[in-house]
T-cell receptor, first 113, second 112 residues
Framework: NAGVTQTPKFQVLKTGQSMTLQCAQDMNHNSMYWYRQDPGMGLRLIYYSASEGTTDKGEVPNGYNVSRLNKREFSLRLESAAPSQTSVYFC????????????FGSGTQLSVL | DAKTTQPPSMDCAEGRAANLPCNHSTISGNEYVYWYRQIHSQGPQYIIHGLKNNETNEMASLIITEDRKSSTLILPHATLRDTAVYYCIVRVAQGGSEKLVFGKGTKLTVNP
């Protein structure tokens, strides 16, 4: 039981490159989330998925796309990376019940040069 | 925008109780109050949550005022490992889905 697993842990991109951040959970979570965290800031929600096959925008969705192809996996794609997307990205999952709690992955540190 | 207000930083002596306040004056009747913490650059960790009754678990106690407009997280015997950013969150409902919106939290420093 690995919980919420994010890959990669570190990534360096050049401006304009694309990449996909992977997130997988084995906790039977219905809802999954992608957050970003900039230095000295709290977490800001990028996208979330309340259930398999559905996705919704969060606070800062511009420049990102997501895919929830199955219950376990929720990926975040940067089509054309920009320096402003340098951040630490966290994936989280929860069962979706109002009284439930989020479990977070260990984060992906992304630098865009 | 986050629906909560927290002090940006607090200090506490090791072994003493740490009391972290949170204002959520616009909370609605079916919204829960959640507390998470983030140690250094790790992913946030769930601590406790409640609706209107006080709650206690192995990590902390949560005291919610009768009008539910504010709450206090209590770490009864703070240790150096409790140094972290603590987030108070009220659930936000949108389009039938639930999501958690984090603010900037309170940076708690436990001093020896």
């Amino acid at each position: 039981n690995a919980g919420v697993t994010q890959t990669p842990k570190f990534q360096v991109l050049k401006t304009g490159q694309s990449m996909t951040l992977q997130c997988a959970q084995d906790m039977n979570h219905n809802s999954m989330y992608w957050y970003r965290q900039d230095p000295g800031m709290g977490l800001r929600l990028i996208y979330y998925s309340a259930s398999e096959g559905t996705t919704d925008k969060g606070e800062v969705p511009n420049g990102y796309n997501v895919s929830r192809l199955n219950k376990r996996e929720f990926s975040l794609r940067l089509e054309s990376a920009a320096p402003s997307q340098t951040s630490v990205y966290f994936c989280a999952g929860e069962r979706g019940d109002n009284s439930e709690k989020l479990f977070f992955g260990s984060g992906t540190q992304l630098s865009v040069l | 925008d986050a629906k909560t207000t927290q002090p940006p930083s607090m200090d506490c002596a090791e072994g003493r109780a740490a009391n972290l306040p949170c204002n959520h004056s616009t909370i609605s009747g079916n919204e829960y109050v959640y507390w998470y913490r983030q140690i250094h650059s790790q992913g946030p960790q769930y601590i406790i949550h409640g609706l209107k009754n006080n709650e206690t678990n192995e990590m902390a106690s949560l005291i919610i005022t009768e009008d539910r407009k504010s709450s206090t997280l209590i770490l009864p015997h703070a240790t150096l490992r409790d140094t972290a950013v603590y987030y108070c969150i009220v659930r936000v409902a949108q389009g039938g889905s639930e999501k958690l919106v984090f603010g900037k939290g309170t940076k708690l420093t436990v001093n020896p």
